[in-house]
């Protein structure tokens, strides 16, 4: 009998101790969504995993839904190729607190229709990338400086649309950008380098590479008004066109690097920057080599 009521009371904990500790268990959707998951879930998940998601259940609806309308980060570029403008819409339709919008290489899908109403939302926008996007026009870029007048940094790599009026809004409206990628925008003019530079004070980078329309007057006035600057790219701009130079003068220019002057060195051109040295291990070898002779 003892053994019995032993038996019974070890089989009545067990039992108590199972239901208890099913009690304790949680679901994914039971963890508390903005401090757990979208904070420490999500972002380590792909795109395409977050869309998937979307699909389980209503619940799972409502917590991507919830998601999406917060983030301060929309980026794209991964997956620019696969990407819709329904998907892109899904993304920031509830969202008015982006802070940075990538959407470099969707070239495909991404017009001024798409992007202009994300832009008119979202006034806290401290970055935009949509280099390589074929398919805007210059009417984004002035609803970008009319609405988010915050903005840090614009990339419009080889975004050959863009145009003098564009950079011009951009310019008065957004005083406060520090970096501005220009690299092929084949159609700004020393005018609008010129506006860019008297009216941006606090920009430090600025990539002019590529822009073959530019003289000498649009560095000059860099040089005076663009006090802040901390790197400027004009990469391509000398070898392109300068084919009579036979002598540069670079020495104290700590951001031009050999990348901008190799194509000169091989032409002749005589600069007062010497070229990089191989490793030491290898300047060696070379000299030994000279020597070396190799018998059969």
Wanted: glycine share 4%; net charge positive; proline share 3%.
């Amino acid at each position: 009998m003892e053994e019995a009521a032993s038996t019974n009371g070890v089989s009545e904990d067990t039992d108590d101790a199972s239901e208890k500790h099913e009690e304790e268990e949680l679901t994914f959707l039971e963890i508390p969504w903005e401090d757990v998951i979208f904070k420490y879930i999500m972002p380590c998940l792909p795109l395409q995993t977050k869309f998937q998601m979307r699909r389980v259940s209503k619940q799972c609806l409502e917590m991507m839904t919830l998601y999406f309308s917060i983030s301060r980060t929309v980026n794209t570029c991964r997956i620019a190729n696969k990407m819709t403008a329904g998907a892109l819409s899904i993304m920031t339709k509830n969202n008015t607190g982006l802070h940075d919008l990538v959407l470099r290489n969707s070239k495909d899908w991404l017009t001024d229709p798409v992007l202009i109403p994300v832009l008119k939302q979202n006034q806290k926008l401290q970055r935009l990338d949509i280099s390589n996007c074929s398919f805007v026009t210059n009417s984004s870029l002035q609803v970008l400086g009319v609405n988010c007048k915050n903005v840090r940094t614009v990339c419009l790599t080889d975004c050959h649309w863009v145009s003098v009026e564009g950079l011009t809004v951009l310019a008065f409206h957004c005083v406060n950008i520090e970096s501005l990628d220009l690299t092929g925008c084949w159609g700004i003019t020393d005018e609008a380098i010129t506006l860019l530079a008297m009216q941006c004070k606090k920009l430090q980078y600025l990539s002019l590479a590529k822009i073959y329309g530019l003289t000498d007057y649009a560095m000059s006035i860099l040089a005076r008004e663009a006090t802040s600057m901390r790197h400027l790219n004009i990469r391509g701009i000398l070898a392109e066109y300068a084919t009579n130079l036979k002598a540069l003068e670079a020495r104290e220019c700590r951001d031009i690097t050999e990348n901008s002057l190799y194509k000169l060195r091989n032409r002749g051109v005589k600069i007062d920057v010497r070229p990089p040295q191989p490793p030491r291990g290898l300047a060696g070898l070379r000299h030994r080599s000279r020597r070396l002779n190799v018998q059969i």
